[in-house]
């Protein structure tokens, strides 16, 4: 139907806008061929099943068929959360990127975790020991505004599954690294901090404290 194809349309430019960088830009850490395929084919291609599935559940409850709606709100769960959490990975990483947060925010890691490098080694131990596939997170309360720190198995949302507002996510699907560090993963974790956009985990943050 044409408002099927406006809503895969919209969602196709919203993958191509989503990178604020050349695929090459985050060499030498993460290269080229790495970014290609993990954004124009696995972040897209959690756009395209989510827009696949959203007609298909529509029709399941309006069948009152609860099986495949249970069917497709998994699926619902799994495309939406990649979209959701690649669009928030792309711009946490920055090829100015690296270094330390300042203002609110490094006063916020540094009270939360006593100091930034045990906030750096928490949150890269967390993400390492992830099972499978997953994310390791920095997060905020939206209620207390306190930090904290978190993994989500496979493409699960940070904040349906924990209540968190994420601000900064790291991607440890081998997809994003695999190419290029095998399966050396602790050493993709390592390098990823040098190109962390702290900017953007700042505003993010600062959004959450103006709630």
């Not at 989503?18 to 790495?34: G, H, K, M, T």
């Not at 609860?66 to 939406?80: E, P």
């Not at 209540?163 to 900064?168: D, F, I, T, Y």
Request: charged fraction near 20%.
């Amino acid at each position: 139907t044409c408002r099927r194809r406006r809503r895969k349309q919209w969602y196709q430019r919203r993958v191509r806008a989503l990178l604020p960088y050349s695929y090459e830009a985050l060499e030498p850490v993460v290269n080229r061929e790495i970014m290609e395929i993990h954004h124009s084919k696995h972040h897209n291609t959690y756009v395209t099943n989510l827009n696949s599935v959203v007609p298909k559940l529509e029709a399941a409850v309006e069948a009152k068929n609860i099986s495949m709606v249970m069917t497709y709100q998994r699926d619902m769960v799994f495309n939406a959360g990649g979209h959701i959490n690649h669009s928030i990975f792309w711009q946490n990483l920055s090829p100015n990127g690296g270094g330390a947060p300042s203002g609110v925010l490094g006063d916020a890691i540094t009270s939360t975790f006593s100091s930034f490098d045990k906030f750096k080694a928490e949150l890269s131990a967390l993400t390492v020991g992830v099972q499978g596939s997953g994310w390791g997170w920095l997060g905020v309360d939206p209620t207390t505004k306190r930090l904290a720190i978190a993994k989500c198995a496979n493409q699960d949302p940070l904040l349906p599954t924990t209540g968190l507002v994420p601000l900064l996510g790291i991607d440890v699907w081998e997809h994003a690294y695999y190419l290029q560090y095998k399966n050396v993963r602790p050493q993709y974790v390592a390098k990823i901090w040098d190109i962390v956009n702290w900017k953007d985990i700042q505003q993010r943050y600062e959004a959450v404290l103006r709630q």
